[in-house]
């Protein structure tokens, strides 16, 4: 039994070093998330007035030539997947396989917020459990040094999963907010033009 234990005591510590690298990596990738969905947010709410003037404002046989106006670089994803559906007209299959497609295009998007959101807390607590074993340790032998240090490393490891994955959260949230939007305002166009023909 005693092997048992001591052969699990190793795994555990020998994982600290990788759960920390693995945090700082998730680390840097929330702060370039922050970035990317600041730009993202930007076009959003640009795009979201441009889709309730020219889409859904609009009367259904101006939808066409709206879409063909709207801009096609520097712009939500949207914009691309309106368009394909505006060439698609007639053709419901396609159409509905173009919705579908931006489904999983609005997915890929989210998942990065996602990944963020559920690995910041699983490796936060890997990272404070395992130090606690040695720190434990420290306290026993009246090693005080080496029970603080691990006791550091645990309460940072914590602190720093729990940042990750409260900028996944807040991104994830939005992400899914406007792609929600989107897709319905994609449906919209969708049934104006099936029902245009």
Not at 21 to 48: D, H, N, W
Not at 87 to 96: D, H, I, L, W, Y
């Amino acid at each position: 039994m005693n092997l048992i234990s001591n052969i699990l005591y190793w795994i555990s510590t020998g994982l600290l070093v990788p759960v920390i690298v693995l945090l700082i990596y998730f680390f840097i990738r929330a702060l370039i998330l922050i970035g990317a969905f600041f730009s993202q947010y930007m076009i959003e709410r640009k795009t979201a007035v441009l889709l309730q003037e020219k889409i859904t404002n609009a009367h259904p046989t101006q939808i066409l030539e709206n879409i063909e106006a709207l801009p096609d670089s520097g712009t939500a994803l949207i914009n691309k997947y309106l368009k394909d559906v505006a060439s698609a007209k007639g053709n419901e299959a396609r159409m509905q396989l173009i919705v579908s497609e931006y489904e999983m295009a609005a997915e890929k998007n989210i998942a990065g917020s996602k990944i963020l959101t559920k690995m910041g807390p699983i490796l936060g607590l890997m990272g404070t459990l395992i130090p606690m074993g040695p720190a434990l340790v420290g306290l026993a032998t009246g090693d005080i040094a080496s029970m603080a240090y691990n006791m550091q490393v645990a309460f940072a490891t914590t602190v720093v999963g729990l940042v990750v994955s409260a900028i996944g959260f807040v991104t994830q949230q939005a992400r899914e907010r406007w792609a929600t939007r989107n897709l319905v305002v994609l449906d919209y166009v969708v049934q104006s033009l099936s029902e245009a023909k």
